[in-house]
């Protein structure tokens, strides 16, 4: 059976179409970064922006529900160099709120996959949970018997294995793992779920590159003195997919089935590319083609040329695709939270730009062939374009500055050989890569202490996951008591914002704690105290009215002739969410509504119970956009 490779887009059109057909309503991507979520920097999954609907709360489009959802994840920058890590990513997903079940969503991937994109029934391997007895969650023997049932109608054979790390014997095609790689809740296996915490099984779904064993994929990598299974670090399987069956609620005594069953279905749109191009290597599928040539001219090298090449354009690649979607979605460079990350992503990409021989400013050359080939997709990047490539810019001119005085700078220590300490100290100051500190320092017949290094960097790394476990704390989507009120409370600043400054100011973020609220605007200069005043003021005598906090569910054409304010330039349903603070009805500047806003939620039901509104500070986060800290007292 042949496989016909297809284009990013052409696959993620196939699967909303499809979707659509089986009854879903297909979303716009929500943005990259998420909104009043206390809990993460970035939308990291499909499933992040669908939790409140998963938890309960109605979805105004019903109960079944598909995107692709654009997804970064900051934790992968240092994975990023083999063939399959990407920091951004889309994440094909269809969800069930209380609808369909597993006999649905696993037939429905089947067919999916083998006859709408034409793979290979052949190549494709599930698992399944295996369950724990001593939790009392039972195995999900419905799960395996379906896709036995589903693999025989295509005349496979498909043999269930209770061993699956013991390596793959002839003719099984599912396995049974623990909890460990087939569950699925916030807090993790079923023995860290609290009371109440809902979970349940997956099935995940694997494309094999090596079926017949003639490429020896898995004989000729570091693992071939283990047994190869679908879940090997080798790269002969590639996971594509994940069914979620939101199944059990976690109670005092083991777990027992909920009442509403959800669906949380994901699959690696650049990684079905990958499988129907037969293509283990993720940066050979189509998005990557024209920016890989551009890179390919600027340097001469080759991709796939040898190792150290092709490492360092994985990383350009895929570095300057992130930082591209994150510009687009308003997250200039800076040196704070989500702006540190865009930062860290340039500067990598121009480090191993120049390794490759790069030594004039590239970004935007790059930047601008993965614009052209996703801007049918995301407008935004076509209509952001000019602000995208300029921020690359000048960041790639200011890290290439900073370049030139680390060198200085190691020229200084390069007398004798060099210390983890100074060498992390190059690194930590001038942002110095210990590579390029390696590299110097072969030259000059000297060593630099690498496993000194590490440690620092080690040091260094645990006490920043500490404080930022601390910085982000708190519960999943900010549904506690404070930050409730603390959301409620954005409105009101929004909106006060807007009365003393102007109708310029616009959301460009937010981050809520238990403790307090932090607002990013859109204002070119500091404010100065009585603006500050006027705002309190504003706020608090809102407050002291006790207004009423209503949520509707209107269409976005209602929602925008009333005036309601979106963030972050999102693209919105036909059916929206909004918040009124005052009356219910009416629109924007009218003497009876204070506040209309685009929001999902959650709120406090009056004003009233908010307290007093206090600014701690205000400050600049970049060119054109405030941030103001705020408490409630």
């Not at 998005?287 to 796939?304: H, M, Q, R, T, W």
């Not at 930022?468 to 409370?489: I, N, Q």
């Not at 204070?594 to 600014?615: A, Q, R």
Request: hydrophobic share 35%; net charge negative.
């Amino acid at each position: 059976m042949s496989i016909t490779p297809l284009t990013v887009n052409q696959i993620r059109s196939k699967f909303l179409t499809y979707m659509k057909e089986k009854g879903h309503a297909v979303v716009p991507s929500a943005s990259l970064v998420p909104e009043n979520d206390p809990t993460t920097l970035f939308t990291g999954s499909g499933m992040q922006p669908m939790l409140p609907y998963l938890l309960g709360q109605p979805h105004p489009l019903g109960k079944r529900i598909a995107d692709s959802q654009k997804s970064f994840r900051s934790q992968d920058i240092e994975e990023v160099g083999d063939n399959r890590h990407t920091t951004f990513f889309e994440m094909l997903g269809n969800w069930s709120f209380g609808d369909y079940f597993k006999e649905e969503e696993i037939t429905w991937m089947w067919t999916f996959l083998i006859d709408e994109l034409g793979l290979d029934p052949k190549h494709f391997y599930v698992t399944c949970f295996a369950g724990n007895e001593s939790l009392g969650v039972p195995r999900d023997t419905f799960s395996a018997e379906l896709w036995q049932k589903l693999f025989a109608e295509r005349g496979i054979d498909a043999q269930i294995s209770e061993n699956p790390e013991a390596g793959i014997n002839p003719g099984e095609k599912i396995f049974y793992f623990s909890e460990k790689k087939n569950w699925w809740s916030r807090s993790g296996v079923p023995a860290n779920m609290p009371e109440g915490e809902p979970g349940g099984p997956d099935s995940e779904m694997f494309y094999d590159f090596d079926p017949d064993l003639s490429k020896k994929i898995h004989e000729t990598s570091a693992w071939a003195h283990e047994p190869c299974h679908v879940n090997c670090d080798c790269g002969r399987f590639l996971e594509i997919g994940n069914n979620v069956f939101m199944q059990y609620k976690k109670t005092a005594n083991g777990f027992e089935e909920l009442p509403q069953m959800n669906v949380d279905h994901g699959s690696g749109l650049e990684r079905y590319a990958a499988a129907l191009c037969n293509d283990p290597d993720i940066f050979n599928i189509d998005v990557f083609d024209k920016p890989k040539e551009i890179l390919e001219n600027l340097s001469g090298a080759k991709y796939g040329h040898d190792e150290k090449t092709t490492y360092a354009m994985r990383v350009v690649l895929d570095h300057i695709r992130s930082a591209t979607f994150l510009i687009g979605d308003d997250v200039l460079p800076g040196n704070k939270d989500q702006m540190y990350f865009v930062r860290r992503l340039i500067r990598r990409a121009v480090r191993f730009a120049r390794n490759l021989g790069v030594h004039e400013n590239f970004t935007k050359s790059v930047a601008g062939a993965f614009i052209d080939t996703y801007k049918d997709e995301y407008k935004n990047l076509e209509d952001k374009r000019e602000i995208i490539l300029s921020e690359l810019d000048k960041e790639e001119t200011k890290f290439r500055k900073t370049l030139e005085n680390g060198i200085k700078e190691f020229e200084k220590i390069a007398g004798k050989d060099i210390s983890g300490t100074d060498a992390f100290n190059l690194l930590q100051s001038f942002g110095f890569p210990i590579e390029l500190t390696e590299e110097l320092a072969k030259e000059r017949g000297i060593a630099v202490d690498r496993i000194s290094f590490d440690e620092e960097k080690r040091k260094h790394s645990e006490e920043s996951r500490t404080a930022s476990a601390g910085k982000f704390k708190g519960g999943l989507g900010g549904d506690g008591e404070m930050e409730v009120k603390y959301h409620t409370a954005t409105h009101l600043l929004h909106e006060a914002l807007r009365q003393v400054l102007g109708d310029h100011v616009l959301q460009k973020g937010s981050n809520i704690t238990s403790e307090r609220l932090r607002f990013d605007f859109s204002h070119g200069e500091k404010m100065t105290d009585e603006q500050k005043a006027a705002v309190e003021k504003i706020i608090n005598d809102v407050i002291a009215q006790d207004l009423p906090v209503t949520r509707e569910e209107v269409s976005y054409e209602e929602a925008r002739a009333r005036g309601a304010i979106g963030v972050f330039d999102a693209k919105y349903e036909d059916t929206v969410s909004i918040y009124t603070v005052g009356a219910q009805t009416g629109k924007r500047g009218e003497a009876n509504l204070f506040s209309l806003e685009f929001c999902g939620g959650p709120h406090v039901e009056h004003t009233g119970v908010l307290g007093h509104f206090k600014i701690a500070k205000e400050e600049a986060v970049s060119a054109g956009v405030r941030r103001i800290k705020a408490v409630l007292e």
